[in-house]
C-alpha cells in the first residue's frame, strides 16, 4: 500500500476518536494562561501513544515523534489550545459546561486534530525519516501571546526545526477544503488606549471648561484621516475605535474620556510609523486644546507570512492527496493570529481547514456563540497534516 492511500485509511481509522477528543475539549473550555485540566487531558492522550513530551511556560507541552534517522530533518507541528470568553448558544449536546466560556474558534479542533495526526504518524514512523517536533501552545487569544512565550522557553531548540504547520478551521469553505495563501496572509494587531483629561463642567458653561468628549472625538476623526492617508498604497491598513467612554451626562462635560481601538497592517516598517504618527497626533490635537492626553500602544502579534516555496509546496502536495479541486488559494485576512511569531523566525505554513456545511448549520462566524463546524472535516486535517508532515521531511 502506498504512503497516500495508508495515510488516508488511517485518517478514516483515527476519525471517530479524535471527534471523540474534539468533544470532550469543546465541554470543558478553559481561558488563556488557565488550560490546566486541557493540558492534563492532552498529556493523557499523548501518555496513551507513548509519545515523550515536556511542560513548557506552565500549560505548554512540546515533544517530539521520531521516525528513521531522526537527526536526519526536523520539522513542528503546533495547535493552540485556549478558549474565549463567550456564552456558548449552539444547542450541541456536548455544549461548554462552563459559563461564558466557550471554544469558538475552534481550538478544540485545532488540539484534537493534532493529537489525532500523531496518532497516524506514530503508526508510520517506520515509513519515514526525521524527527517531528509538536507544540500544544497555550493563550493564542491573549496578549502577548503563547508563541511568543513558548519561544522565550525555547520551544524552537533542541531540536530546532526547519518548519513549523499550523491549520486553523475556516467555516467560509465547505467541510474538507483546504485553504492556503503564500506569502503575507494575516495582519499585525496592536491595541490602542488614549485618554483624555480635561477640566469637565457644566454643558452649558462651556468657555469655563475644556470639552474633553470633543476632543476625542476630533482625535478619532483626525487619526481616521491620517492614517488613512498615510498608509502605503498597497498595504492593507485598519484602524477601528471600539470603545468611546465619557461617563458625563445630557448637560455635564466629563473630565475624563477613554478611547480604545486596534491598528492593523500588513507593512512591520509602516505598522513602526504609524504608531510614531497616532501618538503624535493625539498629543498634539490634546495640547492645543488645552487638555492632558496619555496614550498607550500595546503592540501584538506581528504580520504573518506564509513561506512562499513551501506552502507553494503544501498546496501541490494537498493536491496530490485530495485532488486539485479540494485547494483553494484563499485572501489575505486582517485578523492575526500569534502562529506570526514562529514564521518570523522560522519557515511556515498557517492554512485553513474548512468546515462550513450549509445543511449543517456551521455558518456563523469564528468567536461566534453559535459557531460550530461539520465534523466530518476531521478526517481532512488529520490526514492532510500526517501527509503534509511526512512530504515535508522529505530532503529536496
Not at 69 to 93: F, Q, W
Not at 294 to 316: R, S
Request: hydrophobic share 35%.
Amino acid at each position: 500500500m502506498q504512503l497516500k492511500e495508508k495515510i488516508l485509511q488511517l485518517a478514516q481509522n483515527h476519525s471517530d476518536d479524535t471527534i471523540r477528543i474534539r468533544r470532550y475539549l469543546h465541554q470543558y473550555p478553559e481561558l488563556a494562561n488557565e488550560e490546566t485540566q486541557t493540558a492534563k487531558f492532552i498529556k493523557q492522550e499523548l501518555d496513551s501513544i507513548g509519545l515523550n513530551y515536556e511542560t513548557i511556560y506552565k500549560t505548554g507541552i512540546a515533544g517530539t515523534l521520531q521516525g528513521q534517522n531522526p537527526n536526519k530533518k526536523v520539522i513542528a507541528l503546533r495547535a493552540d489550545i485556549d478558549a474565549l470568553p463567550v456564552k456558548e448558544e449552539t444547542g450541541l449536546t456536548y455544549a461548554s459546561k462552563y459559563e461564558g466560556k466557550m471554544h469558538a474558534c475552534g481550538h478544540d479542533v485545532h488540539t484534537a486534530s493534532l493529537l489525532g495526526t500523531l496518532k497516524i504518524l506514530n503508526e508510520l514512523k517506520d515509513s519515514f525519516e526525521g524527527t517531528i517536533k509538536f507544540i500544544f501552545q497555550p493563550a493564542e487569544e491573549k496578549l502577548p501571546g503563547g508563541a511568543k512565550q513558548l519561544i522565550k522557553e525555547g520551544v524552537l531548540e533542541n531540536p530546532r526545526p526547519e518548519l513549523i504547520i499550523g491549520q486553523h478551521v475556516y467555516p467560509e469553505l465547505p467541510a474538507g477544503k483546504l485553504g492556503f495563501r503564500p506569502g503575507t496572509y494575516m495582519a499585525s494587531s496592536d491595541e490602542i488606549f488614549i485618554t483624555i483629561k480635561g477640566k469637565g463642567g457644566h454643558g452649558a458653561i462651556p468657555d469655563k471648561i475644556t470639552d474633553t468628549v470633543l476632543v476625542a472625538s476630533q482625535i478619532i476623526t483626525t487619526l481616521h484621516q491620517t492614517i488613512n492617508r498615510m498608509a502605503p498604497a498597497l498595504t492593507p491598513t485598519v484602524l477601528s475605535i471600539g470603545k468611546f467612554i465619557a461617563n458625563g451626562t445630557t448637560n455635564v462635560i466629563p473630565d475624563i474620556v477613554d478611547i480604545e481601538g486596534t491598528f492593523r497592517t500588513m507593512n512591520e516598517n509602516w505598522r513602526k510609523k504609524a504608531h510614531e504618527t497616532i501618538e503624535k497626533t493625539a498629543n498634539s490635537l490634546a495640547k492645543k486644546s488645552e487638555t492632558n492626553c496619555e496614550i498607550l500602544i500595546k503592540k501584538g502579534y506581528p504580520v504573518l507570512i506564509n513561506h512562499e516555496q513551501l506552502t507553494q509546496k503544501a498546496m501541490e502536495l494537498s493536491g496530490q492527496l485530495w485532488g486539485e479541486e479540494h485547494v483553494k488559494r484563499i485572501d489575505k485576512r486582517m485578523t492575526a493570529e500569534d502562529f506570526a511569531y514562529y514564521s518570523q523566525i522560522i519557515p511556515g505554513i498557517f492554512y485553513r481547514l474548512g468546515t462550513g456545511n450549509a445543511n449543517k448549520d456551521t455558518q456563523y462566524p469564528l468567536h461566534s456563540s453559535k459557531f460550530t463546524i461539520d465534523e466530518n472535516a476531521i478526517k481532512s486535517g488529520i490526514a492532510t497534516m500526517a501527509w503534509l508532515a511526512i512530504k515535508n521531511l522529505e530532503k529536496t
